[in-house]
């Protein structure tokens, strides 16, 4: 089997790890109408997109070192039992076609997970010897992101983060029981260990980072995975709520300092239809997982709880209204709030009021007072914040008839949505 097959296998293989990227290139500008097979090429099932923080896209060839699999996950398309052609990479192999990528401008870096094909610490050097290799040998300066394989000892966790600049462990489900029930053989204590690990020997690097600069200002210490560390959540293959996903997530945001928790609508694997163990539906719950998301956008930049969201009497989100918008039709004797007085917290609490425009409307407010106009200016979506807000003590619309403005607002339903970055 040639480099392009194995490339064809093992990418697509790994397109269900959604805790780098959100969608898989499929357009046929990044390898200028030649064909996939030739190696080199930047094939579509390579090419995936990932976001940094500021909002850039970022290309990476995202590929699997092995699709073996000892473990027997229900929901994985690599499980040891899946009726599938199993193949591998070798690290020389990967140095040499990301190199081949990134000379040719089809990428920016490398998203780099595994199949268990042998005991953890074995598998996380294959992954490690691929970066170290990259970085020494090739001079790689690009991108990468390492799976750190639960079950790998901290000594191998330090050299993943000496030589990539971002890693993750996937906890996959929200809780043990489902872990027990669908993928019997990972342990969710693992994987949490494994996430604490990356945490502390962050925060030991930052230390000794400092105190090398204290002591030694011309010295500089490695940085340790200075882009952070992600995990995925798997939506809808088990049986626990919205509620119980996003408390899942605003803890591991809290304990482990996550840059990132990524959602990914089941998809039931070939074969999936056979095992009782998942369950029967008819495609992926893809607004369930945009609804996560923007949820989760709450959490990390709205200053919401995971209480605040979802609570006990109504633990699923609502698929027709974004979750800010479902927050402040629930309460709607804090509104309408008058921009021109109202604090940045209060701002933000707007539905179409995103963090970048409320900032805006802070800065802009202290020469003169807005008006609706002005808002529409700073990126204020008016369609949702006209009926929770005032602008020198004038509204455009009232908040009168909360069931009429769930109707206005509602998506018919819930299908094409975008997820908007800095507006909801």
Not at 109 to 119: N, Y
Not at 135 to 149: N, V
Not at 156 to 174: H, K, V
Request: hydrophobic share 40%.
């Amino acid at each position: 089997m040639d480099v392009g097959e194995r490339l064809a296998i093992l990418a697509g293989a790994a397109k269900y790890d959604a805790s780098c990227a959100s969608s898989g290139s499929g357009t046929a500008a990044r390898t200028g109408g030649r064909s996939a097979a030739t190696f080199g090429t930047a094939v579509p099932e390579g090419v995936c997109h990932s976001w940094t923080g500021d909002g850039r896209c970022v290309s990476l060839l995202k590929v699997l070192y092995s699709n073996v699999c000892r473990y027997d996950c229900a929901y994985c398309v690599n499980r040891a039992s899946a009726d599938t052609v199993r193949t591998s990479f070798t690290a020389d192999e990967l140095v040499r076609l990301t190199g081949e990528f990134y000379r040719r401008n089809y990428i920016e870096g490398l998203f780099l997970s595994s199949g268990i094909f042998a005991d953890a610490d074995i598998v996380m050097e294959k992954l490690i010897e691929t970066a170290r290799k990259l970085r020494k040998e090739a001079g790689f300066g690009g991108y990468i992101h390492l799976k750190i394989i639960p079950g790998a000892g901290e000594d191998r966790i330090r050299e993943a983060g000496r030589w990539a600049d971002r890693l993750s462990a996937n906890i996959e489900l929200p809780t043990d029981a489902s872990l027990r029930r669908l993928a019997p053989q990972k342990s969710g204590r693992n994987i949490l260990g494994i996430m604490g690990a990356v945490s502390v020997q962050a925060a030991e690097n930052s230390a000794d980072r400092l105190a090398l600069s204290r002591t030694r200002p011309t010295k500089t210490a490695p940085v340790f995975a200075p882009a952070g560390q992600s995990t995925q959540i798997i939506v809808g293959a088990s049986g626990e709520t919205d509620r119980q996903i996003i408390t899942l997530s605003g803890a591991l945001y809290r304990k482990f300092g996550l840059r990132r928790v990524y959602y990914s609508a089941f998809t039931p694997p070939r074969g999936g239809a056979n095992d009782s163990r998942l369950p029967e539906i008819a495609g992926p719950p893809i607004v369930r997982e945009h609804r996560l998301y923007q949820a989760d956008w709450l959490l990390r930049f709205y200053h919401f709880s995971p209480d605040e969201i979802l609570d006990e009497a109504a633990p699923q989100l609502d698929t027709r209204l974004d979750p800010k918008t479902a927050w402040a039709l629930k309460h709607p004797e804090r509104f309408p709030l008058e921009v021109n007085r109202a604090d940045y917290e209060e701002l933000l609490r707007i539905p179409g009021v995103g963090a970048t425009s409320a900032r805006r409307i802070v800065e802009a407010r202290r020469s003169r007072a807005l008006g609706m106009d002005a808002l529409r200016r700073l990126g204020v979506v008016m369609k949702r914040a006209k009926y929770f807000m005032t602008a020198g003590g004038t509204a455009l619309e009232r908040l009168d008839d909360v069931a009429r403005v769930r109707r206005v607002l509602a998506d018919e339903d819930g299908a094409g949505l975008q997820l908007p970055l800095f507006d909801f």
